[in-house]
């Protein structure tokens, strides 16, 4: 669970999902909050052996905190890692949804919580951010040929072994196209990828941190991965003949 100025949600967030997933142990990694986050998990981590806290001194961006997460879990023998946000938009209860989807299918390397597939919901959300966030996905859909729906979303379980085969210095991104990274990465490493529909809840506490240089990263990113791709599917044409 990565931190940047989350003290006004992050009590609600963590207690909701301690109470609701009792095997799930949490890692809040926070990336030197000036609003006292990190004091904050460091007060639910000393009261609850099911929290730990990693502290980072400086804010190197969401998908650096997120590797150094799964690096962490890694090194500690979890079978199962996964990401959430603690801004109060990924609700506890469907946590369980997205576990027992990797658990009911073995082949299963990673299993994406859906805002785009049909039972999936967002609530509360501005109309624009609706249509930036279906637009990506749909951008991601046709230069990726990744065939999700909700490749961006950040809530998610992966299994170590996939993570395990996956070489962190490759990922390209530290933003939020950081999912979108990760997804293409394991789908190329012939993991398969399942979505199960969630409600995503828009925050009532602190600020987004999406900006106009996140979604240009988002963009160039996409655009250049998937100009590889077409380049590479048509060499292997040229080739065939």
């Not at 979505?195 to 979604?215: D, L, Q």
Request: hydrophobic share 40%.
């Amino acid at each position: 669970m990565p931190t940047y100025n989350e003290a006004q949600t992050l009590p609600m967030t963590l207690t909701k999902l301690l109470d609701r997933v009792s095997k799930v142990d949490v890692l809040v990694v926070d990336d030197g909050s000036p609003d006292g986050t990190g004091a904050l998990a460091d007060e639910m981590a000393a009261a609850n052996p099911r929290v730990s806290v990693m502290h980072r001194t400086s804010k190197d961006g969401l998908g650096a905190a997120y590797l150094a997460g799964f690096s962490w879990g890694l090194e500690r023998g979890y079978d199962v890692i996964c990401e959430m946000d603690a801004d109060g938009s990924h609700r506890a209860a469907d946590l369980p949804l997205i576990l027992d989807e990797l658990k009911a299918n073995p082949n299963a390397s990673l299993v994406l919580g859906s805002r785009w597939v049909p039972g999936g919901a967002v609530e509360n959300w501005p109309k624009h951010r609706e249509f930036l966030s279906r637009g990506g996905n749909t951008y991601v859909r046709v230069m990726l040929d990744l065939g999700l729906k909700d490749a961006t979303g950040g809530f998610r379980a992966y299994r170590a072994s996939v993570l395990k085969a996956l070489d962190f210095e490759q990922i390209q991104s530290h933003g939020y196209c950081f999912q979108v990274d990760m997804a293409r990465s394991v789908l190329e490493h012939g993991g398969e990828v399942r979505e199960v529909p969630i409600t995503f809840v828009e925050r009532t506490a602190g600020e987004s941190k999406m900006s106009g240089n996140i979604v240009a990263e988002a963009l160039l990113k996409v655009t250049g991965w998937g100009v590889e791709k077409r380049s590479a599917q048509f060499l292997g044409l040229f080739k065939k003949n």
